[in-house]
Each structure stands twice: as C-alpha cells, then as structure tokens.
C-alpha cells in the first residue's frame, strides 16, 4: 500500500523574497525607485512639523572619483541622516563640494596639457570651473550609488556665485571687526607650487639632512664673558645661516664657558657632557657659569658678512638638544620671528618664490635652490674658521601634500587673519562643542592656542580672489564699502568679475582716497585660501541656504582639526561669536588589510565603486557600521567577505520570518504579551532591549555597536528561537494559539530589525519591507519611523536568563551523543534531565514546552539519580528515542496511526 504525502499539510514557508541578494544589479533598480518616488522629500515632508536636525556637509574636493575614505565618510552621514528621520526629526542633507585651488590647476596643466601661462587669466579660470563640474558630476554618481539621499541637484558649490558672495560677506564682517591685516611673516612655502601653504596642506616625511655646529664671535661682551668669547649654535638647515639676524638664549638657563683648542665657547651647561662627545672636544676647562638673561644685548659678529646681531631672550629655547643657543633667523621661523618682533629685528628673507637665494644673500650663493647652496654655506663657514661639525641627521621634515616636494619657512608679504583677538572668544566656544571622540576638544583646543594668526592669501589663479587694492603710494585697501559693492557683482557674475573687468568698474561709483590722487588703483593677484572658501560653508552653504545656524553636527576625517574643523570654528565665531556645530565627531583614516595606507604603487587600494557595482553598496555600507570608526579603520577584500557572511544571515533570517507570515495579519492575529509563554515573552523582551541599546547607539554615534547589537540578536534568534519554532510553524493548525503566538513574536522582531537595520542597509531593508505580508504598505521602509521602546512587565527574565545557558548544556549533550553514534538528529533523542535545587525551581516556574526548546522527541525531569553528562545544577543523559517516527512532524513517538503520523498530527490533518 502507497503511503500518504503529507507535505500540503505542512505550513511550508512562502514568500518571493529571494534567498540571493544579487545587490549589484538589484540595488540601482531600487534606487532608481526612490527617485522616481522623490523619497528624500516624501520623507521631509512627512517630518516635516518635526524639529529640523541638520548635518553639515563638510564638502570633499571635486578632483577624481571617489576612494575608500570618501566612502566611509559620506556612508556615516547618510547613517545619521536617515536616523534622525525615522527618529523625530526632519533632518535634511545637503551635499557640498569644495572646487577651487592647486589640485584642478595641475590636473589641466597635466592631464589636459594646458599651457595657463600662455592663457588669459579669466579663460584659465573657465576651464577649472568646467573640469570642477565634470568631476562633481562623477563623484555625484558614485556618492548616490553608495545609497546616499539628499538635494544632489542642489547641491552647495564653492565657485558658485552665489556661494561666492556669502563667503566675501564673511571676509567683509571679518574686515570690519578689524581680524585681517597685511604683513610680513614666515609661512610655510612651497618652491615646487610657488605659494604659501596651510598648514592643513603639510605632511610630514623623514628625510636625511646636514646637522651643523657653528661659532659665531662675541663682539660685545658687556664685560661679563672673555672678550672673543664664541656662542656656539646648531641647526638643520644651513641654507638659512644667510638670514641669520640673532641668538636666541632662555633666561633661566646657565649656560658654561669652557676652554677647549686655545678658545673660549659658550654653550648649556646640560649639553656641555653631550657636545663633548659630538664634537670631540676632549682638553676642556670651565671658566665660569652664567645665566641666559645676563647674556641679553650682549652681540657677535655674523661669520659670513659684515653683520653685528644681538643675543636676545626667547621662552622657546630648551636643552633638550643642540646647544641652548638658538640660530635665530626672523624670516624663516614661526618662533623666530615672534622673539624677533620683541626686539624689533628685520624680518630678512633672502629667499626667492623658487627657493632660490636671492642676491641679498651674497654672489657666492646667489640664484643657488637652498638645499643646494647648504653645501656651499658650510663650505664657506668651514674656511672661515667658524664650522666647528658637520653631521647628517634623519629627521620628520615637512612637505608639500600635492607636490610631495620640500616646503621651506619663508617671510613674505601676505594677508592674514588674526586668531589673537578672538582667540578666548574661540576657547570659550569649543567647550559648548560635544565631542566624539572626547578627546577633540583638547587637540582643537591646544591647536587654536598655539596659532597668532591664519595666513589667507595664495599666490594662484584658480581661487576667490582677494579683493583688495593698491594706491598709488602702495597703500593697500581693504575697505568694507569696497567689498560690499563686489560681493553684490559677484552675486550676479561670480568672481570671475575681478578678471574681465576694468578696475572703475569694480570700485563704488565716486570712489576716493587720499594715496591715489589721480584715481589710480591696482588690483590684488592673490586668491584666498581654500580652507577660506570652505570655511565660510556655515553661511553660503548653510544659513543662506536656509538651515540655521549653528548646524546640529559636523563630522569628518580627524585630519580637519587642522582644516575644515578649524577654518569654519575661526570664521564662524569671527562672525557670529557662536561655534558653527552643537557637535563634532571625526573619523579616522582606511587603511589595507595590514593596517598601511592605500596606494595605487603598493597595489593595494580597494575601490567602493567596484564593491558597490559587484557585491552592493549595502555590504560597503554593513561594513561601515561594522568598524570604529573614531580611529583608523581596515578595508581588504577579506574583511568584506566577512563582512558578506553576517549579511548573509540576516538577510537569511528576515526570509525565514517573511516565510513564516504569510497567513498572519498583524491587526487580527496578534497575541497580547501576557498571554504568551514564557520564551515568547523573553524573546520580546530581548527584542525590546535591543531597540532601547541600539537606538542609544545611534544617539551617540557608535554604529559599530548598532552592528553588535543587532548580529549578536540575529544569532541569538536563529538558535534559541527559530530552530525550536519551526515544530510549531510548520506541524501545527494554521490558527492555533501556539503558532499565532511566535507568529505575533516574529513579526514584531521583523519589524524592528527592518527598522532598525533601514540606516546602514537601506536597499535590504526596502526589498523586505516590500515583501511583508498582509500589511498596508508605505511608499518604503524609509517612511517608518525608529521602533519604540515599550513598558514590558516580564517577571521571569532572571531565570530565562538561567535557562538560555541550561540550553547550552543541553545543546553540549546532544551533540556529545551525536559524536557518539547515540543519537543521529536531535529529535532521535530521549533527553533525561537530573536538575538540582536552582534548575528544578526554574524548571517548575516556567511556562515551556521543554521538548521543544531542546528540539528532541521524549524528555523526562527526575528528581533522583545523576546523568552521564554534567551542566551548571543539572546533569543528564541522552538516550536513542523509542517509537515509531511520525511521517509528517518526524518525532518520536508511541504510536502512529495506519497513514503513519502522531495524534497530534492526524488532529491537524483532520481538521483542514
């Protein structure tokens, strides 16, 4: 006789949502629905009586396509941005970009073989503005296939004109509160870009130089020292010897006259030990000690030039190296000239805008590039007696980040803003500021406090000019009514405006003044800095763009506490006396598998575009939440292969759940949580926990414990819940208690996990919330907002809690009898459990099937006698079950009927 098939009495699993997610090809598909939806603002208008939470876009380079970096970046935005919108809040994104400067002139100058010296000034910058618009366009694409939402065809632009003029009204307050001024002072300067350079545009690198020891002669003692007394000084760079205009001594410091050679040299008496050894001084007297203020105005005698220069106090001068006595060239160091400034010393740089020595350093030297002229100055302080040792040292040395070139300190005449007169003001501010890490607040701190001033003038074509004037006399002007009238033409024309017209034209009508008595004016040709430009984003590409001030967060790369974080801190409280941002969070760098830096020589950068168009942004985007991100993070193709596995299994469980609703109706089926047992509840409490940490993790930021959370809940889920569950999904009446009750369970835990899953996997997420059965469905999952956390009273959370180990032992047991041959699968076992005081109290109290949390066929509890196997207050033993096993449900049982299955399923079969 041919037996029954039971399988259409089975409540088999149904739903179309692929096992595959094939994201590459599917994702597009899907975002091309959001736009045809216009989801972004489907979503602000639904928020839109909500308060306003705005992330400003600190806006990246339009130079190439996009990297790893900029990936890891925009992706935490959208994560913050969606959040907030499913949270409460309408939260707005608008994308920024950052267009002017050196990086574009060189990609024309190199890629596109334009010759700019052979253009006019005004055609030049046309063609910049074009190639900046074609880079956007590229980058603008990759961005949105990252899954990122916001005003992409409004986006704010730096050469915009409108942006443009916000940023000259910007310049214009700064002016009138009397912050930028002209002088000359060391910048850092780039010989191979001929410009001054922010400090944000240095990196450093090691490299070998000559380490020199040098004498210079007493001229006049004050009587205090041997009258050819020799102060002995040290330096790194030789090729400012021609600059050197003082010796800078610190006036607590005692200093050690020795004897050595037939000559007397002074130097600290804490290096004295260490130069004997360097310099091989090996005959050596004390004559006296004496301390560095007594040693003020005393002077010597430069020994390459007829020059008689002071010996001055300086706060900067340490013994940690070198000789205590410090070469003190004004035109060449930061330090150098604010101790030079106090004594009034000339700010002399015989250095030309190739790093060339100038004729002001001598014929001998003259047209030399300063590393080469180093041998030539040691050279000639060697056969001038005065070169007392010559060492090569490697040391960090700074350069140009898009050169990659040395940069040298070099005193030019340029505009700056002055940090010192709002410099409290700044402080004060940056502890009203959040900080993520917290750390930020002490190393924007220390960087404000160490900065006079903010060198703004580049000396490039391709940039917002500075509009300034010169008189006939060489006056420069800097006046606000002037700069009003041009941020009025740039609004109509952008600034291009300074180079196609005549200077009449750029003046107020009637212009006067005193130093051009024949109404002659000279344009300025230098352009502002970039970090100027994207500075001033707090006003052209937030408050006129309508979204208040200050924004609710900033977060970028950790290398803008020197740039971006810095510039708009200084112009934002310049103009406002209120910081741009509430809060601050920075991230750090991408580095290799190995933990180095991608680069294109080493072979090892990975691509976004390539993992986004091959296995999905949705995995980058998993990834993004999985790292953290406040330090340096790993990217390699093995991290996003497992990376791909947890993604993996949720997508995996969301289709279990979807299979196993398909006959549900939340509205009419649901159960009430006290009338479930007592794993349902403890798996709704679990649920509820995770809504409450997880949205704790977002409120701080910490996706990599949103990705915790939620992996850790997906695994606790399939193993202590789902696998036990299917006894009851697939075996029991479709409208049975039991059933609805972990259909009620699984639907609100599908529920959540779409929710709170829609930031970092948002395509997923809109795939299965699609597929949810018998739901009145919004436009996308993008519409829900965050799940609430509820008021749960669950009683038995302690002893569930002892139960899921008690699980665990007996999982340990069963596969200990499966390794033995004792049982095949689990529901082949007789499971006999010997439970101890705790155990059999908890046993007692709950309300659980045991057989089927265990997944076994027969279980017996007794009271006496102890099993094979030892748990925590329990032991038990694994027997083979025996019986007859059921057709349908695959149990052990008793007895089945002639068609072969249990009771309990012929009560099932009859009833359909």
Not at 401 to 422: G, L, M, N
Not at 751 to 764: A, F, S, W
Not at 785 to 801: A, G, Q, S, T
Request: glycine share 6%; hydrophobic share 35%; charged share 30%.
């Amino acid at each position: 006789m041919e037996k029954k098939d039971f399988k259409d009495s089975l409540l088999i699993p149904k739903t179309d949502f692929p096992m595959r997610g094939n994201l590459g090809k599917k994702e597009p598909v899907i975002q091309s629905e959001w736009e045809k939806k216009d989801l972004y603002n489907l979503v602000l208008n639904k928020n839109k009586d909500y308060p306003q939470f705005f992330l400003h876009d600190g806006p990246p380079y339009a130079n190439g396509s996009i990297h790893a970096g900029h990936a890891l970046n925009k992706i935490l935005k959208d994560f913050i941005v969606r959040y907030k919108n499913m949270n409460g809040f309408k939260a707005p994104y608008l994308p920024g970009w950052d267009t002017h400067g050196l990086p574009i002139e060189n990609a024309l100058t190199k890629n596109k073989k334009v010759n700019r010296k052979k253009m006019n000034l005004a055609d030049f910058r046309n063609l910049c503005k074009d190639y900046a618009l074609e880079q956007i366009d590229i980058q603008r694409q990759q961005f949105k296939r990252l899954g990122v939402l916001g005003e992409w065809e409004k986006p704010y632009v730096t050469l915009d004109k409108d942006y443009e003029a916000a940023q000259y009204r910007v310049f214009n307050q700064m002016v009138k509160k009397g912050l930028i001024y002209k002088g000359l002072k060391p910048v850092y300067w780039s010989p191979s870009s001929e410009t001054a350079l922010a400090e944000a545009e240095i990196e450093y690198k090691d490299v070998v130089s000559p380490s020199i020891y040098v004498s210079m002669e007493a001229k006049d003692t004050k009587d205090k020292l041997p009258k050819h007394t020799h102060f002995v000084v040290w330096t790194t760079t030789p090729w400012t010897i021609p600059a050197n205009l003082a010796i800078a001594v610190g006036p607590e410091i005692e200093y050690t006259l020795i004897k050595t050679d037939g000559k007397h040299y002074l130097v600290a008496r804490e290096r004295l030990e260490a130069l004997q050894d360097i310099l091989d001084w090996r005959q050596v007297t004390k004559v006296q000690n004496i301390f560095g203020w007594e040693l003020e105005h005393m002077t010597y005698k430069h020994p390459l030039y007829d020059r008689i220069s002071p010996v001055i106090l300086g706060d900067h001068v340490t013994t940690e190296d070198g000789t205590g006595l410090v070469h003190t060239a004004p035109g060449h160091g930061e330090e150098d000239f604010i101790v030079g400034q106090k004594y009034d010393l000339e700010v002399y740089c015989p250095v030309d805008e190739q790093g060339l020595m100038t004729k002001e350093a001598g014929k001998r030297f003259a047209g030399m590039y300063v590393e080469d002229a180093n041998e030539e100055i040691i050279k000639a302080l060697f056969e001038e007696k005065s070169l007392l040792g010559k060492f090569d040292i490697t040391h960090s040395y700074p350069h140009d980040w898009r050169t990659k070139q040395p940069v040298i300190f070099r005193a030019t005449p340029q505009w700056f803003a002055s940090i010192e007169i709002i410099k409290d003001e700044i402080l004060k501010e940056i502890q009203t500021i959040e900080w993520y890490p917290s750390w930020g607040n002490v190393r924007l701190s220390n960087m404000i406090k160490d900065r006079g001033s903010w060198c703004i003038s580049r000396q490039r074509t391709w940039g917002v000019p500075i509009p300034a004037f010169y008189t006939e006399k060489g006056t420069a002007i800097l006046d606000p009514k002037v700069i009003d009238h041009f941020a009025d033409i740039v609004e109509k024309e952008g600034s291009n405006a300074w180079y196609t017209k005549e200077v009449k034209d750029l003046l107020p009508p009637g212009y006067t003044h005193p130093d051009s008595p024949n109404n002659i004016f000279r344009k300025e040709t230098d352009i502002m800095d970039v970090w100027f430009d994207s500075g001033s984003s707090h006003h052209g590409g937030m408050l006129d763009r309508g979204y208040g001030y200050p924004a609710d967060i900033y977060i970028e790369g950790s290398d803008q506490y020197r740039g971006w974080f810095n510039s708009s801190l200084i112009t934002g409280v310049a103009t406002t006396g209120k910081a741009p941002y509430k809060t601050l969070v920075s991230h750090g760098f991408v580095l290799d598998g190995e933990g180095k830096k991608m680069s294109k020589s080493m072979g090892n950068v990975v691509d976004p575009n390539k993992i986004a168009d091959t296995l999905g942004s949705d995995i980058l985007r998993l990834w993004v939440s999985s790292v953290d991100y406040q330090a340096d993070v790993r990217l390699s193709n093995d991290l996003i292969k497992q990376v791909s596995e947890s993604y993996r299994k949720i997508r995996n469980t969301m289709k279990f759940l979807l299979g196993n609703l398909f006959d549900y109706n939340d509205l009419k089926d649901r159960r009430d949580f006290k009338e479930l047992n007592d794993v349902d509840q403890y798996v709704l409490y679990r649920n509820n926990e995770l809504i409450k940490e997880v949205k704790d993790a977002y409120d701080t930021y910490r996706f990599d414990l949103v990705y915790r959370k939620i992996t850790n809940y997906v695994t606790f889920l399939s193993s202590f819940y789902l696998d036990p569950a299917k006894d009851v999904l697939y075996i029991e009446k479709a409208d049975s208690i039991e059933r609805r009750n972990i259909q009620t369970v699984i639907f609100k835990v599908l529920d959540t996990m779409v929710r709170l899953l829609t930031p970092i996997i948002p395509h997923t997420c809109s795939e299965v919330y699609e597929y949810i059965p018998n739901i009145e469905h919004l436009e996308d999952a993008y519409l829900l907002d965050m799940p609430k956390v509820e008021e749960l009273d669950f009683e038995h959370i302690e002893l569930m809690e002892d139960f899921t180990y008690l699980r665990e032992d007996v999982l340990k047991a069963l596969e200990n009898a499966r390794n033995e041959k004792i049982i095949g699968k689990s529901l082949n076992a007789h499971l006999v459990l010997y439970p101890k005081s705790r155990t059999k109290t908890l046993l007692e109290k709950l309300n659980i099937n045991l057989a089927q949390a265990f997944i076994v066929s027969k279980l017996d509890i007794r009271h006496t006698g102890f099993g094979k196997h030892k748990g925590k207050d329990i032991s038990m033993d694994v027997l083979p079950a025996e019986g007859h096993t059921c057709d349908r449900c695959w149990q052990v049982v008793d007895q089945v009927n002639k068609d072969g299955i249990c009771p309990r399923c012929e009560s099932v079969v009859e009833s359909l």
